[in-house]
């Protein structure tokens, strides 16, 4: 584990210059000594209670600091274990430098690390590893999707399906030992199926779990769907449209649009990002023959993409896309009375027929990919995938070793080893270089 020091810790929990109001932060054994020199009010500070006043001191000069808001928790019954203060000052961002300036000049009083408050919430034992790391994507959820996802982890869900396997493993360790306590006796070790059927289960539920990354992954980082076709068949056109904006440049000279574009927008609670792309041409100018390729390269990352066809221009569909979900869209509907049959969509930029059906396909093709995890659970980070891989993998030593017939001591070892591995999801078992690259990606004041 990690040192923990005993120093007081101080840090504005709000980003400067956000406005509303800002929220600065003091944890550790000093916080109660240094508010009371810095705030006044005419009433007393109880814990959990938020207590007016002014923010009054030798350092701050009249007219700096007006009103505030002093809550107090007193540890442990503080989010980080130790006494905690928050001061709920204007948002202004000179005033909440000022403030944290002022505050590291009082004795005993350093500025907080990236992620401390968190860490030390989790050194204290009031949220395991995986409850921490559900602020840092509770932060940064940018839809209702990854919100969910993020306070579904943040409420325990990853936790508890961790608990209930860790407890299979216990049951079964307990077997053993069991059988060990018996060994001196000569008594001929048989592997009950009681060992096989529990891990055999805790083993398909690691695979589902791990079958929910991709889509978690798409939480984390949005669905991607470029907008794909020849050159002039209107892909900027849709894209403005789709965004409703005009974002991309539109003219009808074909290969227009070099540099891909992107930008998110939400569908059914997802963020979804468009990407405006080049034409698919043959071509001899340099520039353009790099905007195709990126086109290519969006193809080969892209999650759904809109193919986009017109009467005056010929998209062939790329090798690259055979594998990826699509919607097939006709374009410029008003310019011809007959078109192909075999498309899903037939749109019209210039007269916006059309685009409430593609944007109902487009609708439909996110709640298709949408899935709903193991007990609550959909994996979205590196590291609990890494984690549950090589989980996966150490359950299937130890059934190995089972119907192997090992002997009941080299059993109990690899199940040792498995359940060390699942300590890694809550923290029992992570090794301090991981704990400090996890809390070093969260924001300072968090
Ligand atoms: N009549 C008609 N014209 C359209 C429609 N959609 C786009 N256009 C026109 O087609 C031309 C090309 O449109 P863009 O959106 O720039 O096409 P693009 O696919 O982005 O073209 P590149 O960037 O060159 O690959 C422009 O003159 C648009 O006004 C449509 O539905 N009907
Ligand atoms: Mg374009």
Redesign the pocket.
């Known amino acids: 584990m990690l040192p923990f020091d005993e120093d007081t810790i101080v840090a504005i929990s709000t980003p400067p210059g956000i406005g509303g109001l800002a929220v600065v932060r003091i944890s550790g054994p000093l916080a109660l000594d240094t508010i009371s020199q810095y705030f006044t009010s005419p009433q007393e500070l109880t814990p959990r209670y938020a207590t007016y006043g002014k923010l009054k001191h030798a350092d701050l000069s009249e007219g700096e600091f007006d009103d505030c808001i002093v809550t107090f928790f007193k540890g442990p019954h503080s989010v980080t274990g130790e006494d905690l203060v928050e001061i709920s000052i204007h948002g202004g961002a000179y005033l909440q430098q000022k403030l944290l300036e002022v505050l590291l000049r009082a004795p005993g009083l350093r500025a907080a690390s990236a992620g401390e408050f968190t860490f030390r919430s989790f050194l204290s034992g009031r949220i395991d590893l995986s409850r921490a790391e559900a602020v840092a994507d509770l932060i940064h959820a940018k839809d209702k999707a990854a919100h969910k996802n993020a306070r579904n982890q943040f409420l325990g869900n990853l936790r508890l399906l961790v608990d209930s396997m860790s407890d299979k493993l216990i049951h079964s360790l307990t077997v053993l030992e069991a059988e060990l306590d018996f060994s001196d006796q000569e008594i001929d070790f048989s592997p009950p199926q009681a060992l096989i059927d529990p891990l055999s289960e805790i083993k398909t539920t690691a695979e589902a779990l791990l079958d929910t990354y991709f889509y978690g992954r798409r939480l984390e980082e949005g669905i991607r769907v470029p907008l794909v076709?020849a050159?002039?068949?209107?892909?900027?056109?849709l894209f403005n449209l789709l965004l409703g904006e005009e974002r991309a440049i539109?003219?009808?000279?074909?290969?227009?649009?070099r540099d891909t574009i992107e930008k998110a927008i939400v569908v059914a609670g997802h963020s979804i990002i468009l990407v405006?792309t080049?034409?698919l041409r043959e071509t001899q100018s340099e520039a353009e023959l790099s905007g195709v390729d990126r086109s290519l390269d969006e193809i080969d990352n892209a999650d759904l993409v809109i193919l986009?066809h017109a009467p005056d221009t010929e998209t062939s569909i790329p090798d690259e896309l055979i594998h990826t979900p699509q919607i097939a869209v006709f374009?410029?509907i008003?310019?011809v009375s007959d078109h192909p049959r075999d498309m899903d969509i037939y749109?019209?930029?210039?007269t916006g027929e059309g685009l409430d059906l593609l944007k109902k396909s487009l609708y439909t093709q996110v709640v298709n990919m949408i899935n709903e995890g193991v007990g609550g659970v959909v994996l979205n980070s590196e590291r609990h995938r890494d984690v549950f891989v090589r989980f996966r993998g150490q359950i299937a030593t130890c059934l190995d070793s089972i119907r192997g017939e090992l002997g009941p001591e080299y059993i109990a070892s690899d199940l040792r080893l498995a359940l060390d591995i699942l300590g890694e999801i809550t923290g029992k078992t992570t090794p301090d270089d991981i704990l400090n690259q996890i809390f070093s990606g969260f924001c300072v004041g968090k």
């Open positions: 076709g050159p002039n068949s209107g892909k900027s056109s539109v003219t009808a000279q074909a290969g227009t649009t405006d080049a034409g986009v374009n410029k008003d310019l749109l019209s930029c210039a």
